[in-house]
């Protein structure tokens, strides 16, 4: 059986949060929250919530290990950009763009 858990509008770039996603995919699900909670980046932190979520999810489904869990997927999808403007000398400009990601996260048994 497989569980998933969803976290959208996260205010966190897409590419910092797939260099973390990659070290925690296909691993088991504890050896994943141990990789989680000793990587000191932001995402770490919000994709630890988010595999903490499914792991609750897949409790709720009768007859699934919670031992025998693995990280089958962690998707890392762009969302929404804030666009922002910074001043600039002589009354120019600038655009700072502010990015989102919706992060999924499938557990599944082995």
């Given at each position: 059986m497989e569980a998933k858990a969803i976290a959208k509008y996260i205010r966190l770039s897409p590419q910092k949060a797939r260099l973390v996603a990659a070290n925690i995919l296909g691993r088991p699900v504890?050896?994943?929250m141990n990789?989680?909670?000793?990587?000191?980046?932001?995402s770490a932190k919000i994709i630890g919530k988010v595999?903490?979520?499914a792991v609750a999810n897949a409790e709720q489904i009768s007859g699934v290990d919670i031992d025998n869990l693995t990280v089958k997927q962690v998707?890392?999808?762009p969302g929404p950009?804030?666009?922002?403007?910074?001043?600039?000398?002589m009354g120019r400009a600038f655009r700072i763009v502010k990015?989102?990601?919706?992060?999924?996260?499938?557990?599944a048994e082995n």
């Open positions: 504890e050896e994943a990789i989680l909670k000793f990587t000191p980046k932001k595999l903490h979520s998707i890392i999808n950009t804030h666009k922002r403007i910074m001043t600039r000398s990015r989102t990601s919706h992060i999924t996260v499938v557990v």
